[in-house]
C-alpha cells in the first residue's frame, strides 16, 4: 500500500492538546474534531489540507493525553499517514488501533519542506520524497501490529479471534 | 532471568515464568477505568465488537469527572452515555456527580486498586495506581473497549529507568517538586516506552499522597508506568481502604536497567515548570518577579488531602493578594468532606479562595477557571502544554500546593 500525498511540518513535542483542544472533546464525531485539528498551533491546517496529505514531525509526536479523539481527528482531517522521528507511547497505539499509518524515520524531518510531494510505501518501510528524489527508509511495523492493521484495527481484529475461537470469552 | 518490577508483575499476569524486555505479551486487566471524555468513544467500540456482556462487571470503574457536573449539553448527552452504559450492562463501579471524584484520586481511595495489580485506564494519568506497587498505564478508548470486552490486552514488556532517591526533604518540599525535578532531569520523552522505577532509602520520607502525585506524573516524562517499592506505609493504606487481595514484587537486585538517575531530596529546591513543558523547570526562587492572574489547586496530580493541609496552612491567616483568583478542587467527596471536618475550607474560604464540587475542570482547559489572553496561572495540575487551561496566549507554572499557595498570597510566584 503506497500513500502519497503533500507534506505538512510539525516540530518537536506535537502534543495531544494542540492536535485536538480539550474544549472540543465533549463529541466523538471525526469530522467536528477534524474541523479544530491542529487549531492551536496552526490556524490554517485544516484549510491546506487535502486528503492524502502527510505528517512530518519531530521527536515525541502526539505526547500528553490518551485521547483516541487525537488521531481521529487527524485521520478525520485527510491526512493518510504521519511520519516523526519519533512518537508518544500511547498515541502510537492509538494510531494503530484507529487504522491511522504512523512511520518512525528520523532523516527525512530535517531533508522535507512544506509541501513536498511524498510517497510512504507501508509493506517495504520505504518513503520517497518526489520532489527531492531522495528515498528513505524505516522500520516496517512489527507483525504483532501489521496483523491488527492487516484486519483494519483492534476491534475488527478482536472480533477476527473471537470468530476463529481463539479462547478468548466473550 | 533478572526482571525489574514491572516485568514481574506483567510476567505474572501473562502467566509466563518471565518476561524480558521488549517482548509481545497478552496480560490479564484487574481494572479497567474511562471518564466522561473517553467512554463515550469505548463504549462506541465495544458496541461494534457486538459482546454481549463485559468481561467482568466489577473490574470496570467509569468515572465521569472531566466535564462534568455537565459543563454544556454535549457534555452532558456524553455523560448520558456512560450512565447509560453502565446502567445496561451492570457495571458496579459507576459514580455518580455526588459520589463522584477525579478518577486518580478516586480508584485508590475505593480500594478498587492494590499493589500487584495490571490496570489500564483511558486517561493518561492512570500509571498513579503504580505508588501502590501495581503496574497501571494509560490507553486509548479502542483499548479500553477491548479490555471492557476481553479483559485482556497486549503489552510490549517495557525496559526501565531506575530512579534512586536519597536525602530528606526540606519542609514544603513535596513529591511535586520531586517529579518536576526528574522531568527537567529526563526530559518529556526521556523514559518513552519505559517504566519508572523508583527506589532508594528516602522513599520512607515519601507519604502516599507524594507517591501518588510522583507516580501521577511519569507521563509527563514520556513512561509507560512509574511504580514504587511496597513498604509499609503502602501497606497501611491498602489495609485502610481495600478488601482485595494484593500481591507484593520486588525487582530483582540484578535486575537491567536502560539507566540510573540519582535524585538527592535534601538538596531539592521549590520545583516549577514553565511554559509551555513540563520540562521546563526552573527553581521557584528564580521566578520571583513574575505576576500571576490565578491559582488552581487541585486535580489527579494535587487534590488529596495532604496538598490541602499544606495549602491551608500557607493560607491561614492570609489573604488571595488582589487581582489574583485562588480556585481549590478537592480531588473527591471523602477528601473535601476531611477537609471540612479538619476546618481547611474555613481558612480557604475566608482567605479569598473559591472552592468547587471534584472535576479536572480547568487542568485541560474545560471548564470552572479558563485563563484568558495573556493570563499567568501557578496550577498544581500536571500540564502546561500551549491552550491547554485556555487561550493559547496564556501561560500555566506547574508547581506544589505550597508554592502555589504562597504564590496566591504573594500575586506573584513564590515559595512558603
Not at chain 1, 86 to 103: E, V
Amino acid at each position: 500500500m503506497i500513500l502519497k500525498g503533500r507534506a505538512h511540518i510539525f516540530g518537536d513535542n506535537i502534543d495531544t492538546d494542540v492536535i485536538i483542544p480539550a474544549r472540543y472533546l465533549n463529541t466523538i464525531d471525526p469530522k467536528e474534531l477534524a474541523m479544530h485539528c491542529m487549531e492551536d498551533i496552526d490556524k490554517s491546517f485544516k484549510d491546506n489540507v487535502r486528503q492524502g496529505d502527510i505528517i512530518v514531525a519531530g521527536y515525541n509526536f502526539g505526547c500528553g493525553s490518551s485521547r483516541e479523539h487525537a488521531p481521529i481527528a487527524i485521520k478525520g482531517s485527510g491526512i493518510s499517514c504521519v511520519i516523526a522521528r519519533s512518537f508518544a507511547r500511547i498515541f502510537y497505539r492509538n494510531a494503530i488501533n484507529i487504522g491511522l499509518a504512523i512511520l518512525e524515520c528520523d532523516e527525512i524531518f530535517t531533508e522535507t519542506k512544506s509541501g513536498d510531494l511524498l510517497a510512504a510505501n507501508l509493506a517495504s518501510g520505504e518513503i520517497l520524497n518526489e520532489a527531492s528524489g531522495k528515498s528513505y527508509r524505516c522500520e516496517p511495523f512489527p507483525e504483532f501490529m501489521q496483523e491488527i492493521i492487516a484486519a483494519g484495527g483492534e476491534i475488527e481484529y478482536i472480533k477476527a479471534k473471537i470468530k476463529k475461537g481463539s479462547g478468548l470469552k466473550i | 532471568m533478572a526482571m525489574t518490577m514491572t516485568q514481574k508483575i506483567l510476567a505474572k499476569h501473562a502467566g509466563k515464568s518471565s518476561v524480558a524486555a521488549g517482548e509481545l505479551i497478552s496480560a490479564k486487566l484487574d481494572m479497567v477505568l474511562g471518564n466522561d471524555i473517553t467512554a463515550p468513544l469505548a463504549i462506541n467500540e465495544f458496541k461494534k465488537i457486538g459482546a454481549e456482556k463485559v468481561f467482568d462487571n466489577e473490574k470496570i470503574a467509569l468515572v465521569p469527572d472531566h466535564f462534568c457536573p455537565n459543563k454544556d449539553i454535549k457534555s452532558a448527552e456524553q455523560a448520558k452515555v456512560v450512565r447509560e452504559f453502565a446502567k445496561e450492562y451492570s457495571i458496579k463501579n459507576y459514580f455518580e456527580v455526588g459520589q463522584m471524584g477525579i478518577e486518580h484520586a478516586l480508584l485508590p481511595e475505593q480500594g478498587l486498586v492494590t499493589a500487584g495489580d495490571v490496570v489500564i485506564g483511558a486517561d493518561s494519568h492512570t500509571c498513579t495506581y503504580g505508588a501502590l506497587g501495581a503496574f497501571s498505564t494509560g490507553v486509548g478508548s479502542t483499548d479500553m473497549a477491548a479490555g471492557m470486552a476481553t479483559g485482556e490486552l497486549w503489552f510490549k514488556v517495557p525496559d526501565a529507568i531506575k530512579v534512586v532517591l536519597s536525602g530528606r526533604p526540606a519542609k514544603y518540599i513535596s513529591g511535586k517538586d520531586v517529579i518536576l525535578h526528574l522531568i527537567g532531569m529526563i526530559g518529556v520523552d526521556g523514559a518513552r516506552y519505559m517504566s519508572l522505577e523508583f527506589t532508594g532509602e528516602s522513599i520512607g520520607y515519601l507519604s502516599m499522597d507524594d507517591r501518588f502525585t510522583i507516580a501521577n506524573m511519569a507521563i509527563e516524562a514520556g513512561a509507560k508506568n512509574g511504580i514504587f517499592p511496597v513498604d509499609e506505609k503502602t501497606l497501611e493504606y491498602i489495609r485502610e481502604h481495600s478488601k482485595k487481595p494484593y500481591e507484593i514484587f520486588e525487582a530483582d537486585s540484578s535486575a537491567n536497567y536502560a539507566r540510573t538517575v540519582e535524585i538527592n531530596l535534601s538538596e531539592l529546591d521549590f520545583t516549577v515548570a514553565c511554559p509551555h513543558l513540563p520540562s521546563n523547570t526552573k527553581p521557584a526562587s528564580s521566578l520571583k518577579d513574575i505576576k500571576i492572574d490565578q491559582v488552581v489547586i487541585g486535580s489527579c496530580t494535587n487534590g488529596r488531602i495532604e496538598d490541602l493541609r499544606v495549602a491551608a496552612q500557607i493560607l491561614k491567616g492570609k489573604k488571595i493578594a488582589d487581582g489574583v483568583r485562588c480556585i481549590v478542587f478537592p480531588a473527591t467527596q471523602k477528601i473535601y468532606l476531611q477537609a471540612i471536618e479538619e476546618g481547611l475550607i474555613q481558612t480557604m474560604i475566608e482567605s479569598g479562595a473559591a472552592v468547587s464540587t471534584p472535576t479536572c475542570g480547568p487542568c485541560l482547559g474545560g471548564h470552572m477557571g479558563i485563563l484568558a489572553k495573556g493570563e499567568k496561572c501557578v496550577a498544581t495540575t500536571n500540564r502546561n502544554f500551549v491552550g491547554r487551561m485556555g487561550h493559547t496566549e496564556s501561560e500555566i507554572y506547574l508547581a506544589s500546593p505550597a508554592v502555589a499557595a504562597a504564590s496566591a498570597v504573594a500575586g506573584k510566584i513564590s515559595t512558603p
